[in-house]
């Protein structure tokens, strides 16, 4: 067993789209109509184009919008990805304009920061030891 896809609510595909494409670095796998309004929209790592997907999904369930505005409030991110070296990614992101609630911190072996994806989200970035 694998993990082939998991989501992150977005209020924006469209928004969500240009930051995780533009910003992050991810490309665009599905971009398929769904309803009038919303689309089954996935990006995945230009490193693994046949790895995880990650589902930009709208906030169309009232518990949805609910459940993230309250892990933002508390300081919780929704996902972590892994990066080579979390400093470098803070400096390259942070020159892209990206808002970070958390700097590089260093939790034993691993490195975190954690940042606002712009679409209601906290992403946390780590390096794991080699």
């Known amino acids: ?12 595909q469209a928004k969500a789209l240009r930051f995780y494409t533009e910003v992050l670095g991810f490309v665009k796998k599905h971009d398929v109509p769904v309803g009038e309004t919303d689309r089954w929209l996935t990006v995945v790592s230009p490193e693994e184009p046949g790895g995880t997907e990650l589902l930009l999904e709208p906030t169309g369930h009232p518990a949805a919008k609910a ?5 933002v409030q508390d300081g919780i991110p929704l996902a972590q990805f892994a990066v ?3 400093r470098a990614e ?25 940042f606002d994806d712009t ?9 794991q030891p080699r």
């Open 119 to 127: 679409c209601g989200n906290l992403i946390q970035i780590a390096t």
């Open 67 to 71: 459940y993230r505005d309250a892990l």
């Open 90 to 114: 803070y400096e390259r992101l942070s020159g892209l304009g990206v808002r970070f609630t958390q700097e590089p911190l260093d939790m034993g072996p691993v490195a975190t920061a954690v």
């Open 1 to 12: 067993m694998k993990i082939h896809l998991t989501s992150v609510f977005v209020d924006d």
């Open 84 to 86: 080579e070296d979390v």
